[in-house]
Nanobody, 128 residues
Framework: QAQLVESGGGLVQAGGSLKLSCAGSGLTLRSYPVGWFRQVPGKEREFVAGIAWTDGRPYYRDSDKDRFTISRDNTKNTVSLQMIRLKPEDTGVYYC?????????????????????WGQGTQVTVSS
């Protein structure tokens, strides 16, 4: 059964760092676009970062690109999100997501509806 499993969330003080990890099971992550989303209560999931399936190049929401780094480890079949200089407004549940076929060259999905597979989410809480 195909699934994504996130880990690495937790409680951190403002200015601190966290690294989230998304492990694929039954899915080869390098073969698909993979993204990270954040959701807070009462709001829709918002795109944070993604990694392209064709060349592994990252792309980010503009407001986070200087603090967040997405990367892929093909040997471990994982996609990670390194977050630094965390702010209280980064608090939320972080989801890993994967867009399944059909895929187009250059696919860089950034909307939740474009992704077919979702993990269960991991809570990140940044205290002030």
């Amino acid at each position: 059964q195909a699934q994504l499993v996130e880990s690495g969330g937790g409680l951190v003080q403002a200015g601190g760092s966290l690294k989230l990890s998304c492990a694929g099971s039954g899915l080869t992550l390098r073969s698909y676009p993979v993204g990270w989303f954040r959701q807070v209560p009462g709001k829709e999931r918002e795109f944070v970062a993604g990694i392209a399936w064709t060349d592994g190049r990252p792309y980010y929401r503009d407001s986070d690109k200087d603090r967040f780094t997405i990367s892929r480890d093909n040997t471990k079949n994982t996609v990670s999100l390194q977050m630094i200089r965390l702010k209280p407004e980064d608090t939320g549940v972080y989801y890993c997501a994967l867009k399944g076929p059909p895929l187009a060259l250059g696919d860089r999905p950034a909307s939740a509806y474009e992704f077919n597979y979702w993990g269960q989410g991991t809570q990140v809480t940044v205290s002030s």
